[in-house]
């Protein structure tokens, strides 16, 4: 019963410093997506996969890359953090046709 | 990029009141969809809506999938304290995996 998996729950890094947000689903979805949430802002989509081996950007992809590793896990890097990226971070997946986005518990990340 | 007009953006109410909020976009949807966060966790579907002029309830609350498609309402009858949270709204183009949120709505219960 454990749906979307996302680690870590906090992070806190320095200007520069690179790590990756993990994700990982269990209901044998076809699409993830990554979602920053800010104050104010809603829900903002940095990038998604509609398929094993397949990413396309989303609304705000810059400072980011992705990689879907296999169909259960779908990985967000930072290469180079800062501050503009301190952010809540969500992953989600989605079966299709119309079936209903089931999302991870969140990542707080803080960038000094 | 594209994210949908969400209104009020906070309310401030009294347990036992109506709850209203509403959404709009300037592009039309197939699909709209309700979501509610507590805090610390990820949001969490309340209601999905797949035909214009669909009216859907779910408990005390009701949505409704605007005519134009272009618009969305969720209300929420006689409130209760665990209502508390944020409420987004959420779009689906045609043929389209990506899903575009609105700003969310903050609802408080005054004691």
């Known amino acids: 019963n454990a749906g979307v998996t996302q680690t870590p729950k906090f992070q806190v890094l320095k200007t520069g410093q690179s790590m990756t947000l993990q994700c990982a689903q269990d209901m044998n979805h076809n699409s993830m997506y990554w979602y920053r949430q800010d104050p104010g802002m809603g829900l903002r989509l940095i990038y998604y996969?509609?398929?094993?081996?397949?990413?396309d950007k989303g609304e705000v992809p810059n400072g980011y890359n992705v990689s879907r590793l296999n169909k259960r896990e779908f990985s967000l890097r930072l290469e180079s953090a800062a501050p503009s990226q301190t952010s809540v971070y969500f992953c989600?997946?989605?079966?299709?046709?119309?079936?209903?986005?089931?999302f991870g518990s969140g990542t707080q990340l803080s960038v000094l | 990029g594209q994210q949908l007009n969400q209104s009020p953006q906070s309310m401030f109410i009294q347990e036992g009141e109506d709850v209203s909020m509403n959404c709009t976009s300037s592009s039309i949807f197939n699909t709209w969809l309700w979501y509610k966060q507590d805090p610390g966790e990820g949001p969490v579907l309340l209601i999905a809506?797949?035909?214009?002029?669909e009216l859907t309830s779910n408990g005390r609350l009701t949505a409704q999938f605007g005519i134009t498609r272009k618009d969305s309402f969720l209300n929420i009858s006689a409130s209760i304290p665990s209502d508390v949270g944020i409420y987004f709204c959420?779009?689906?183009?045609?043929?389209?995996?990506?899903?575009?949120f609105g700003t969310g709505t903050r609802l408080t219960i005054i004691p």
């Open positions: 996969s509609a398929s094993e081996g397949t990413t």
């Open positions: 809506l797949y035909k214009a002029g």
């Open positions: 989600a997946s989605y079966k299709g046709s119309n079936e209903k986005l089931f």
């Open positions: 959420a779009g689906r183009g045609f043929g389209n995996e990506k899903l575009t």
